[in-house]
Nanobody, 122 residues
Framework: QVQLVESGGGLVQAGGSLRLSCAASGRTFSSYAMGWFRQAPGKEREFVAAINWSGARTYYPDSVKGRFTISRDNAKNTVYLQMNVLKPEDTAVYYC???????????????WGKGTLVTVSS
């Protein structure tokens, strides 16, 4: 069992930056690949970033590539999402997720956090 708690969301102006954190419980954090997803009002949940268990592999969709960076600290059981050059269309609830396999689809995730709201004003 893995419990995930996101933090770091808030209100930021367009062009600004935020760093989200996801703290995981359990001693097996380093066994899991981690992902970030987001869901805007009235829209489906979409993939944002993924990182494998060691941090050596990452993957991003084109919508955030070059602006967002996922990283992890296995000693702290924490995964991060650094978001730069934020746009109003990045406004969403951001969710952290864990999976035993390196993947980037919602169905592949085994555990989910409850989310943190990011609002980007224009």
């Amino acid at each position: 069992q893995v419990q995930l708690v996101e933090s770091g969301g808030g209100l930021v102006q367009a062009g600004g930056s935020l760093r989200l954190s996801c703290a995981a419980s359990g001693r097996t954090f380093s066994s899991y690949a981690m992902g970030w997803f987001r869901q805007a009002p009235g829209k489906e949940r979409e993939f944002v970033a993924a990182i494998n268990w060691s941090g050596a592999r990452t993957y991003y969709p084109d919508s955030v590539k070059g602006r967002f960076t996922i990283s992890r600290d296995n000693a702290k059981n924490t995964v991060y999402l650094q978001m730069n050059v934020l746009k109003p269309e990045d406004t969403a609830v951001y969710y952290c997720a864990a999976a035993l396999a390196f993947a980037w689809t919602s169905g592949a995730m085994d555990y989910w956090g409850k989310g943190t709201l990011v609002t980007v004003s224009s």
